[in-house]
């Protein structure tokens, strides 16, 4: 399972932001991350959670809790496979 | 009618060091910068470089930003901040309207390769989304827009070793015109990756043991690094600001050898210094120091040797002559920027930079190269020469700005 420590840790390091300011609903466009900038932080994260997060998924993650949930799903379907 | 376009910024980072200072002090000291090189991938038989000295990223960059930014860029920011600080534009919107212009002869290498191996031998499936924007040739300048809020036109030039040279041949057309007011341009290249020193390597160019320009016993080139950059004004955009002068850019002769791909063209050679002079309006004897190509190579010094002589006669044996590739290494497109800088240094200091490792001339290279211990000297015009592969020539033509 994906855990928000994680994703908030990957966030911090990468974008260079206080963890503290990470919260589920942030939106990450508030924290001044972009889509382009969003790209890297996802693609830390497929390597941390070994999974891929495809390309009509990114357009969709508005927050830092969309990550943490689509991450979830994309692990529970491919356990399910 | 054309505008008088003048000098009022220089940025440099090189194996000499960070800033102009550093650069131009490790020039006129004759060491050179050249030694064995800190390798970063397997390991590899080319063995010398004059390498950027160790750097913290996170001195210069935002740790949300260096995503973005091959080593090419980074040493471009550097050197582009430096330069604006010192034209004395670091603060204001005065840079919004102008240009930037960055020559690059081998772009995002790092980042390329990077892919390479993870494509090719980790077999990875994919890659870092960022390798496009991060490799492309044109990032650096992008960058430097980007970081300076540059909104004039922006982008990168590459012709190879004149990379730098052709950079600022058109920022100082741009100005001419009228196009802008206000440009940066110079060259920026990192070429210390696996791939790109093999290939060098199997060029069969490069030294095993030092760059000893115009020497009897030269022997090849050495690779550097590096980025210098250069701020152009128009010369009444620079005396509305009170802003003060290094030097003007009088001429740029440009050529084709349109022959071979590798081998200099004494004809062509010739010909881009007829045109600087031309266009600079002065006489063969009136040059007062000449920045030359000056690689290592037995046949590049060779041809610019006897080029030189084709265009000045007898005047070819007085006028100095010297290569700072010598101290600074090949440095690819940025070459010909950081010796830019040192041509323009040499005029606001009346001093003229040495050539390192020189212990005699031969038949062809007889001419007075300042050998092994900078020279003060009158300099009132001063060439910078850059023949790049592919047959590219540029001379910049600097003078005193008085």
Known sequence: MASLEVIRDVISKEMNIAPELIEPGTHLIDL??????????????EDRFNVEIPPDIVDTIITVDDILTKINELQNSSEHV | MKRRVVITGLGAISGLGFGVDDFWQGLCSGASAIKEIVEEGPTNSVKLG????????????????????????????????????DAGLASGDILRDAAVIIGTGCGGKHTDEATYYQLYVKKSARVHP??????????????????????????????????????????????????????????TDSPFTFGLSKSWEALRVLSPDGCRPFSSNRNGMVLGEGAGIIVLESEQHALKRGQ?????????????????????????????????????????????????????????DQVESLAIKEVFKNYAYEVPISSSKSLHGHAMGASSALEAVATIK?????????????????????????????????????????????????????KRYI
């Open chain 1, 32 to 45: 001044g991350i972009d889509s382009l900038m969003a790209l890297t932080v996802l693609f830390q994260l």
């Open chain 2, 244 to 300: 003060s002068i290094y030097a003007e850019i009088v001429a740029c002769g440009l050529s084709s050898d349109a022959d071979h791909m590798t081998r200099p063209n004494q004809t062509s050679i010739s010909l881009a210094i007829h045109k600087a002079l031309a266009q600079a309006e002065v006489k063969p004897f009136q040059v007062d120091y000449i920045n030359a190509h000056g690689t290592g190579t037995v046949l590049n």
């Open chain 2, 346 to 398: 040499s005029i606001a200091d009346q001093i003229i930079p040495p050539t390192a490792n020189f212990t005699a001339g031969d038949e062809f290279c007889d001419l007075d190269y300042v050998p092994n211990v900078a020279r003060k000297h009158s300099i009132n015009i001063a060439l910078s020469n850059s023949f790049a592969f592919g047959g590219s020539n540029a001379v910049l033509a600097f």
């Open chain 2, 50 to 85: 004059a390498q950027v000295p160790e750097f913290d990223t996170a001195d210069y960059f935002d740790v949300s930003k260096i995503s973005f930014y091959d080593r090419f860029s980074q040493l471009a920011l550097i050197s582009a901040r430096e330069a604006i600080q």
């Open chain 2, 130 to 187: 960022l390798t496009i924007p991060k490799g492309m040739p044109s990032a650096a300048a992008s960058a430097v827009s980007m970081d300076l809020g540059i909104k004039g036109p922006s982008f990168s030039v590459t012709s190879a070793c004149a990379s730098g040279a052709h950079a600022i041949f058109q920022a100082y057309s741009m100005i001419q015109s009228g196009m802008v007011d206000l440009a940066l341009a110079g060259g």
